[in-house]
């Protein structure tokens, strides 16, 4: 009797499925033919693009979101009575919740619709956002409370939008999207100081700059609803078991394989000390300024000053302009020194961190006698930071097989948060209030207890320098392993059992074939 082969349902390959109790469609052998693999999900390559265009301007209206706040801190703390250590804790509670909901929503991201997930996230954040411009003077935590929500938010677009762009386009173009995608950082930081600041000058309320964002945002919401799909995980990659449906390793498969990845490893340590910096930057840097320029008799040692705001403006100019240039000239650096030297990448983002830690200190220690000079080597160094936020991308996509870079992406981002930007802003401010109870309580003493908290990051950023020249040492047989397993397109990461089941397989097909 022989056996009959299953329906594979409506829509099957070329509409000839099977149906119970025909049995031409099965073999001498009663066995049944594999099922045929269905057509591959395609995309019209205008959409794509456009799709693409929608992410990177919601990107950008989510690193708005991470330092408007920085951009009125000066009102916020004269608003709410807070001091620098407590000023500095806002940033730490955004991104504490950003990193406590990232695996929430990185598993709904896995199991569910992602342009879903996408919008809950927006309209979590604008919400929260705009409820925070009418909390009362008399109840900070509440104020404290919903920069938590707003990261909270914030972490579903951190957490899915990397892995709908890398479901839209192929290895080959997906490299020059996400440095398009990873421009936006820099330059929707840099906007968020703009934003803020000028928004302040111009109403005399600080918070109208939170009042405004949700406007941006249900454009952004709109757009994404009606010209963004949600792709099938893994429909554009040729590769492992996204693309095939078999060989799917475990979570903690992976979390292994990515720990004994060393280039994996060691350049996410120098991604967390460009965050740690940045994030300490990003925050303190315009109050710096302020307190520099009232040290220098330029503007009065007021709160209230329209100053800080200026300053703020200035400095989320100079973030947008060294953004934009240094994420254009480190992937372009890459891409060319990448033909001579197979090292390049790691290369470029050591020697930009270890060029930017003297621009730093001298930016810092220049401060008090000639601000020219200290704007300068600021704008330097971002310009150095900045040329490796592409870079480190294209690292990672190089080393990590394709059917873990999701996860890759997610321990990278949480590993850089946690021990980098979630902590820096209150560790400067918790140092600068430290060093201010012990002296005079004068403006200079101030400034210079501000400044000295910052040489930290001049310390920190050489550590980062570091870090990527280890990963330049095992960029290449990383790489070796990725382009091996690429040759075997059934493969994915396998464990010891995939390995077993496939040698199992390889056997019985050996014997069939002998004549």
Same mark, same amino acid.
């Given at each position: 009797?022989?056996?009959?082969?299953?329906?594979?349902?409506?829509?099957?390959?070329?509409?000839?499925?099977?149906?119970?109790?025909?049995?031409?469609?099965?073999?001498?052998?009663?066995?049944?033919?594999?099922?045929?693999?269905?057509?591959?999900?395609?995309?019209?390559?205008?959409?794509?693009?456009?799709?693409?265009?929608?992410?990177?301007?919601?990107?950008?209206?989510?690193? *708005?979101?991470?330092?408007?706040?920085?951009?009125?801190?000066?009102?916020?703390?004269?608003?709410?009575?807070?001091?620098?250590?407590?000023?500095?804790?806002?940033?730490?509670?955004?991104?504490?919740?950003?990193?406590?909901?990232?695996?929430?929503?990185?598993?709904?991201?896995?199991?569910?619709?992602?342009?879903?997930?996408?919008?809950?996230?927006?309209?979590?954040?604008?919400?929260?956002?705009?409820?925070?411009?009418? #909390?009362?003077?008399?109840?900070?935590?509440?104020?404290?409370?919903?920069?938590?929500?707003? /990261?909270?938010?914030?972490?579903?677009?951190?957490?899915?939008?990397?892995?709908?762009?890398?479901?839209?386009?192929?290895?080959?173009?997906?490299?020059?999207?996400?440095?398009?995608?990873?421009?936006?950082?820099?330059?929707?930081?840099?906007?968020?100081?703009?934003?803020?600041?000028?928004?302040?000058?111009?109403?005399?309320?600080?918070?109208?700059?939170?009042?405004? *964002?949700?406007?941006?945002?249900?454009?952004?919401?709109?757009?994404?609803?009606?010209?963004?799909?949600?792709?099938?995980?893994?429909?554009?990659?040729?590769?492992?078991?996204?693309?095939? /449906?078999?060989?799917?390793?475990?979570?903690?498969?992976? #979390?292994?394989?990515?720990?004994?990845?060393?280039?994996?490893?060691?350049?996410?340590?120098?991604?967390?000390?460009?965050?740690?910096?940045?994030?300490?930057?990003?925050?303190?840097?315009?109050?710096?300024?302020?307190?520099?320029?009232?040290?220098?008799?330029?503007?009065?040692?007021?709160?209230?000053?329209?100053?800080?705001?200026?300053?703020?403006?200035?400095?989320?100019?100079?973030?947008?302009?060294?953004?934009?240039?240094?994420?254009?000239?480190?992937?372009?650096?890459?891409?060319?020194?990448?033909?001579?030297?197979?090292?390049?990448?790691?290369?470029?983002?050591?020697?930009?961190?270890?060029?930017?830690?003297?621009?730093?200190?001298?930016?810092?220690?220049?401060?008090?006698?000639?601000?020219?000079?200290?704007?300068?080597?600021?704008?330097?160094?971002?310009?150095?930071?900045?040329?490796?936020?592409?870079?480190?991308?294209? #690292?990672?996509?190089?080393?990590?097989?394709?059917?873990?870079?999701?996860?890759?992406?997610?321990?990278?981002?949480?590993?850089?948060?946690?021990?980098?930007?979630?902590?820096?802003?209150?560790?400067?401010?918790? #140092?600068?209030?430290?060093?201010?109870?012990?002296?005079?309580?004068?403006?200079?003493?101030?400034?210079?207890?501000?400044?000295?908290?910052?040489?930290?990051?001049?310390?920190?950023?050489?550590?980062?320098? /570091?870090?990527?020249?280890?990963?330049?040492?095992?960029?290449?047989?990383?790489?070796?392993?990725?382009?091996?397993?690429?040759?075997?397109?059934?493969? /994915?990461?396998?464990?010891?059992?995939? *390995?077993?089941?496939?040698?199992?397989?390889?056997?019985?097909?050996?014997?069939?074939?002998?004549?």
């Amino acid at each position: 009797m022989s056996a009959e082969c299953p329906d594979p349902g409506p829509g099957g390959p070329q509409s000839q499925s099977l149906r119970p109790g025909r049995h031409y469609g099965t073999l001498v052998s009663g066995q049944c033919p594999p099922p045929s693999t269905p057509a591959p999900w395609s995309l019209p390559r205008w959409r794509a693009y456009v799709a693409a265009a929608v992410l990177c301007y919601i990107n950008l209206l989510n690193y *708005m979101n991470w330092f408007i706040i920085a951009g009125v801190l000066l009102d916020v703390q004269k608003f709410f009575r807070i001091s620098d250590s407590n000023a500095g804790l806002l940033q730490t509670v955004f991104i504490g919740c950003l990193l406590l909901s990232a695996p929430l929503f990185g598993y709904l991201g896995d199991r569910h619709s992602r342009k879903a997930t996408l919008s809950f996230g927006i309209l979590l954040w604008s919400g929260a956002g705009l409820s925070s411009s009418f #909390i009362s003077p008399k109840y900070p935590w509440l104020f404290f409370l919903s920069r938590g929500v707003v /990261g909270t938010g914030t972490a579903s677009y951190s957490t899915i939008a990397p892995t709908v762009l890398g479901d839209l386009f192929v290895r080959e173009q997906r490299t020059r999207v996400l440095a398009i995608f990873y421009i936006f950082i820099p330059v929707g930081s840099g906007l968020g100081y703009v934003l803020g600041s000028a928004v302040a000058e111009l109403t005399g309320n600080w918070r109208w700059a939170l009042r405004i *964002m949700p406007c941006l945002e249900a454009v952004a919401l709109i757009l994404l609803i009606l010209l963004v799909p949600d792709p099938p995980r893994g429909a554009t990659e040729k590769q492992g078991e996204e693309a095939t /449906g078999t060989l799917r390793s475990s979570w903690c498969e992976d #979390i292994r394989y990515l720990g004994r990845n060393w280039s994996f490893m060691w350049s996410t340590l120098g991604v967390t000390s460009m965050a740690f910096v940045t994030g300490a930057l990003g925050f303190w840097a315009p109050k710096f300024l302020f307190e520099a320029h009232v040290v220098h008799g330029l503007q009065l040692p007021d709160f209230q000053e329209p100053g800080s705001s200026q300053d703020s403006l200035i400095f989320g100019i100079l973030t947008v302009v060294t953004g934009i240039i240094g994420v254009i000239l480190g992937a372009e650096a890459a891409r060319r020194y990448k033909k001579v030297n197979p090292r390049a990448e790691p290369l470029i983002c050591a020697s930009s961190l270890l060029a930017a830690a003297p621009c730093l200190y001298l930016a810092l220690i220049l401060a008090p006698t000639t601000l020219l000079a200290s704007y300068v080597f600021l704008a330097l160094g971002e310009l150095l930071l900045s040329c490796n936020w592409a870079v480190v991308a294209d #690292i990672l996509l190089s080393v990590v097989v394709p059917r873990c870079r999701g996860t890759a992406e997610a321990l990278q981002i949480t590993v850089g948060h946690v021990l980098g930007d979630a902590g820096s802003p209150y560790l400067t401010g918790l #140092i600068s209030s430290a060093l201010r109870a012990r002296r005079l309580d004068s403006y200079l003493q101030r400034f210079l207890s501000l400044q000295q908290s910052f040489l930290c990051c001049a310390f920190v950023i050489t550590l980062g320098g /570091g870090c990527f020249l280890l990963t330049a040492l095992y960029l290449e047989r990383d790489q070796a392993q990725v382009q091996a397993q690429a040759q075997q397109p059934d493969t /994915g990461t396998l464990d010891s059992k995939d *390995m077993e089941s496939q040698g199992l397989l390889s056997g019985i097909s050996a014997s069939t074939e002998d004549p």
